[in-house]
């Protein structure tokens, strides 16, 4: 059995990369991919404080997680689709309508 | 620790060998079948000696060599690493599945007790379904990676198919759970072994003698679940009458319109291999797996009282041959709908999902609750 | 140094590429298949942990369901066109990234955290498990969460309509 911090450091590497994703890709689809992954680093940090506590309190939250996280990527999808018949892109720089 | 993995390795090794014969065997009965079914020979041309064994030379030589010697192209915008990814995927998903569904009950050999299934997972009948939602990627990749609209077309109308029928089948099994109260594929099997007379209380005498000698297999205990699963077995698989995504007449081949030769021949073994799958899933959740009516662990049983003492080995021989003979009548089965009923239209085929199958699987769910919580 | 222990590195490092895949590859389908690649290893970890049924689900919901969704998406709008790459933006950015690492790791590392796990029974982390922990204490969230799906449904198809 591997310590615990391997995976926390785990998560915490998969969660910077997602981070990376979101803050320096130009396309919207790829942005919102990186929001799951990120979604997913703090799953897999709670699953594994659940297994090293001994408490299922942990997996009830990542069930939880994982029905709103399905909820955000639905909206989030059906969000770029409308925006796309409008801009016909998906480059989130194109989207400056609210900037002053 | 080194016998153990043997043991699992060769039960691996059994069901695989099954499986792929028998969707080979189900290539053939498909086109003898189809052949008596519209009273024309099919095929017999292929022979060798002169031997030409009603067809069996043809579908089960001359074809797979046909098909492995062919040109293996990708189209030329095509994704190359994807277009072979696909068929893999699908092959791969439709096989894997079967590593959670009982052949036997066990198998005593010295001091050793082999479950006769090759994974006992915890999760048990999940994990069918978590295979089958994966197996969508085979028809989304292999479509997008033809670039081709007629193959995206039918890959987006097979996965919203798939998807949409994956509901009603997780649905329709909910009753067969609540009732055996386990998610385990084996404890399910088992647990249709015994009697409705054994599972009903004192109260209800009125049903015990009526019926209360029959096993308590999942068909008698959850009629309209079955009819359901089914259905939406059917659905998954892609087969007349659900067949729009590979619709041969509308949209040239669907999403394997830009396959040919060794992948083509994947998608086809994959198809059939999931006939196999849905075949015995419906006999593990619906017709008690491996039983044979009234057959203990020791022999027969018969509810007026007679008793037949049988040896460990012929009852465990019994039963793996129960589960192949009910395997083999449910692709059967499937094969003959192919060829009796026309397609059905894409937007039927999703309002029968969505608006006929699962409220009618949401029903189903509610009465059984009731009727459990009736007869305690 | 045993079999879980390697198993879990070797799973640990495809992770971690499967996620650099995910955010450096050009391709935007290819990115999507990291992705299901990335949280199918995921769920592999989840069980490893103790955890199947969230692991099942992970497979069931994540990979299954919600990345065909993303994969619908990227086939329907069809992006033809190649996003920009300015160097400045990926330095900086995975400059904060790699300081979001480092510190995140620091501060994990070192907390009061046991270090072996705590002896796991037979039924931690079944789905009987977990049933009954989220149909009693966690009722409330749970059907919170119905609504919240609900809600979900009606907004994604209020958005994504066509004008007539």
Same mark, same amino acid.
């Given at each position: ?100 | ?101 009982? #052949? ?101 005498? #009125? ?26 077995? &059917? ?87 129960? #589960? ?16 009796? &009923? ?35 | ?58 497979? +069931? ?68 498990? +977990? ?34």
């Amino acid at each position: 059995m591997v310590p615990l911090d391997y995976y926390l450091i785990l998560g915490a590497v998969i969660f910077a990369i997602g981070v990376i994703g979101v803050l320096v890709r130009r396309n919207l689809i790829v942005v919102l991919m990186s929001i799951e992954l990120m979604l997913n680093a703090v799953n897999l940090t709670f699953v594994a404080f659940s297994r090293y506590l001994g408490s299922m309190q942990g997996q009830v939250i990542v069930f939880f997680v994982m029905a709103v996280a399905a909820a955000e990527a639905v909206i989030g999808l059906a969000i770029v689709i409308s925006v796309f018949r409008h801009r016909r892109s998906l480059d989130p720089q194109e989207m400056q309508l609210l900037k002053w | 620790m080194i016998v153990d993995i043997g043991i699992v390795a060769v039960k691996a090794f059994l069901v695989l060998f099954m499986v792929l014969n028998l969707a080979g065997i189900l290539g053939w009965i498909e086109r003898k079948g189809s052949a008596l079914i519209q009273d024309r020979i099919g095929a017999n041309r292929a022979s060798v000696l002169g031997f030409a064994g009603m067809g069996l030379v043809n579908t089960l030589v001359a074809d797979p060599l046909k098909f492995l010697t062919k040109e293996d192209f990708v189209p030329s915008q095509g994704d190359k690493f994807l277009h072979t990814l696909a068929p893999c995927m699908a092959l791969f998903t439709a096989l894997v599945t079967f590593a959670v569904i009982p #052949f036997g009950d066990i198998l005593v050999l010295g001091e050793r007790v082999i479950n006769l299934q090759v994974a006992n997972l915890n999760i048990g009948i999940l994990y069918v379904f978590a295979i089958g939602s994966l197996g969508v990627y085979g028809i989304v990749i292999g479509a997008w990676a033809s670039n081709n609209k007629f193959s995206l077309l039918g890959g987006v109308r097979g996965s919203a198919q798939m998807i949409s029928y994956e509901v009603a089948m997780g649905l329709s099994v909910i009753g067969i759970l609540m009732v055996f109260g386990t998610l385990e594929l084996q404890e399910i099997a088992r647990g249709q072994g015994t009697l409705i007379r054994d599972m009903l209380p004192e109260s209800a005498g #009125f049903l015990k003698s009526t019926i209360g000698w029959l096993p308590a297999w999942g068909i008698f205990l959850q009629p309209l679940a079955f009819l359901l699963f089914f259905t939406a077995a &059917v659905a998954e698989t892609k087969r007349i009458p659900f067949d729009l995504p590979e619709g041969e007449s509308e949209l040239v081949a669907g999403y394997h319109v830009e396959y040919s030769g060794g992948k083509f021949l994947m998608f086809f073994a994959g198809e059939f291999a999931e006939i196999v799958t849905a075949a015995g899933l419906m006999t593990t959740l619906f017709f008690g797996g491996w039983q044979v009516p009234y057959l203990m662990r020791d022999g027969f049983h018969f509810p007026w009282g007679e008793t037949v003492l049988l040896p460990h080995l012929a009852v465990t021989a019994l039963q793996v041959a129960a #589960f192949t003979l009910k395997v083999i009548f449910f692709c059967w089965l499937q094969i003959l709908l192919r060829w009796s &009923v026309p397609r059905f239209r894409y937007d039927q085929v999703m309002r029968l999902g969505w608006k006929m199958l699962l409220p009618l699987a949401l029903l189903n769910v509610i009465v059984t609750a009731i009727v459990i919580i009736a007869l305690q | 140094m045993d079999a879980s222990a390697i198993l879990f590195y070797v799973i640990s490092a495809l992770l971690v590429l499967a996620s650099l895949m995910v955010v450096f590859l050009r391709n935007v389908v290819h990115c999507a298949l990291a992705l299901v690649v990335a949280l199918f290893l995921i769920a592999i970890l989840f069980v490893m942990l103790h955890a199947p049924m969230v692991g099942v689900l992970q497979v +069931l919901v994540y990979a299954g369901a919600i990345m065909v969704l993303f994969l619908f998406v990227i086939m329907f709008l069809n992006p033809t066109a190649s996003e920009p790459r300015p160097k400045l933006w990926w330095g900086f950015g995975s400059l904060a990234a790699l300081l979001l690492a480092a510190s995140l790791a620091a501060l994990l590392s070192n907390g009061g955290a046991p270090a072996d796990p705590v002896a796991a029974t037979e039924i931690f982390g079944s789905p009987e498990t +977990l049933a009954k922990s989220l149909f009693t204490d966690f009722v409330l969230p749970f059907e919170i969460t119905s609504v919240l799906l609900l809600v979900a449904i009606i907004g994604a198809v209020v958005l994504a309509k066509r004008e007539p």
